[in-house]
């Protein structure tokens, strides 16, 4: 499956179910800053969604079977439900 490597914020807000308001406040203060195109335009890239992912399941702090719905879900955005699918298995 092939990434999309840059989103407008409008997609980037959709993928991690926030608002636009919400990373424009977060690109001000310096939580998630956005990238800019030449033109000052805000951007953000898929290792900055991957960072995203990698913060929440670092922070998120739940039992074993919410660990896996959140990650059957972003598993699922990415194509990757077997990989989820293993890890709840093990359980």
């Not at 406040?25 to 956005?34: N, S």
């Not at 990415?78 to 359980?91: E, F, I, P």
């Amino acid at each position: 499956m092939k990434h999309i490597i840059n989103y407008k914020p409008k997609d980037f807000a959709e993928l991690l179910n926030v608002s636009v308001k919400t990373l424009q406040r977060w690109d001000r203060e310096d939580i998630l800053k956005a990238k800019r195109t030449p033109t000052n335009r805000r951007y953000y890239t898929y290792d900055q969604y991957l960072e995203y992912i990698g913060d929440i399941h670092v922070t998120f702090k739940c039992d074993s079977k919410e660990k896996v719905d959140i990650l059957k879900k972003f598993a699922n955005e990415l194509g990757g439900v077997t990989v989820v699918k293993s890890l709840q298995d093990r359980d």
